[in-house]
């Protein structure tokens, strides 16, 4: 048989059980400010939030590592402020980036000759911070198998890290057609 002070206490829990799930319906209805866009191309992934309030986009296209397998080509962007256009993360036992940094397209040494300037904001990340240079890396990127970013290794010699371009086209292709559906320009 069961006692009054057993219902009580069932009936406490049961009320505190009804308040709990009374306060997390809020939260729960409420639907989140953005929508989310990941998909992957090939050796690219993409990802995308489109904000209603403010309206706006911020893009993520990252290959998949590279040659080292501890190293990234990452490109940022956003409808509101410029983010330092393509970005290499290199492993910093790799390259050291105290040193000058080429990029290769495909075999082509890519002008103008040091696009890629050491970026303080992340560890062993250079970036390609001029704008107008970003652009045309991209373009030459576009239709292209392979880049590489060729400096110096930390015990002295030659060190590249090679990154696949299979999929970089679709991937960026999207991430326009993504940033035209919301009418939004980036910066």
């Not at 998909?39 to 290959?63: H, I």
């Not at 409808?79 to 980036?97: A, H, P, V, Y």
């Not at 970026?119 to 062993?124: A, I, P």
């Not at 060190?159 to 939004?184: D, H, N, W, Y």
Request: with cysteine; glycine share 8%.
């Amino acid at each position: 048989m069961r006692g009054p002070g057993r219902r009580t206490g069932a009936w406490r829990g049961g009320v505190i059980a009804g308040v709990l799930l009374v306060a997390a319906l809020p939260a729960a209805a409420q639907s989140p400010a953005y929508r989310e866009h990941s998909e992957t191309f090939k050796d690219w992934r993409l990802y995308c939030q489109v904000w209603s309030e403010p309206r706006r986009v911020e893009c993520e296209l990252l290959s998949r590592p590279g040659s080292d397998r501890r190293s990234r080509l990452v490109w940022l962007r956003s409808s509101e402020r410029w983010l330092e256009g393509l970005r290499f993360r290199l492993d910093e036992q790799t390259m050291d980036l105290s040193k000058i940094v080429r990029v290769w397209v495909d075999r082509a040494l890519f002008r103008p000759e040091y696009p890629c300037e050491r970026f303080e904001w992340e560890t062993n990340t250079c970036a390609v911070g001029d704008p107008e240079t970003n652009a045309k890396l991209v373009e030459r990127l576009t239709p292209g198998k392979e880049v590489s970013a060729v400096g110096s290794a930390p015990a002295g010699g030659k060190a590249e890290v090679r990154f696949s371009l299979t999929g970089f086209k679709p991937a960026l292709e999207r991430m326009e057609e993504i940033r035209r559906e919301a009418g939004i320009r980036w910066k």
